[in-house]
């Protein structure tokens, strides 16, 4: 299984950007899909994902401080994750990780490499 992250890059503050990771090696269409993120010298954190509740459902959850700014998205027939970032902040700069996970998040099963999404003016 392999995670291909992209979208990352250098944005003002009040930007957008939008991350996708591409999914290979499998069909993952039952897995959970998401996103974390790791800002230098902090630990690696939960940022919104995608999870599978059976047949054609599926849950999204997020972190507190992206609801209302951030939206998580998945295209299966794809088998890609996406995150689009809205109003971002300077303490929303990170290295972003899609990963992919079987009911929860605090167990992840595959990671993606990391895009760094650095917010400065």
């Known amino acids: 299984v392999q995670l291909q992250a992209s979208g990352g890059g250098l944005v003002q503050p009040g930007g957008s950007l939008r991350l996708s990771c591409a999914a290979s090696g499998g069909t993952f269409s039952s897995y959970d899909m998401g996103w974390f993120r790791q800002a230098p010298g902090e630990e690696r954190e939960f940022v919104a994902g995608?999870?599978?509740?059976?047949?054609?459902?599926?849950?999204?959850d997020y972190a507190g401080s992206v609801k209302g700014r951030f939206t998580v998205s998945r295209d299966n027939a794809k088998n890609t994750v996406y995150l689009r970032m809205n109003s971002l902040q300077p303490e929303d700069t990170a290295v972003h990780y899609c990963a992919v996970a079987r009911g929860s998040w605090g167990t992840v099963d595959y990671w993606g490499q990391g895009t760094l999404v650095t917010v400065s003016s």
């Open positions: 995608t999870r599978w509740s059976g047949g054609s459902v599926y849950y999204v």
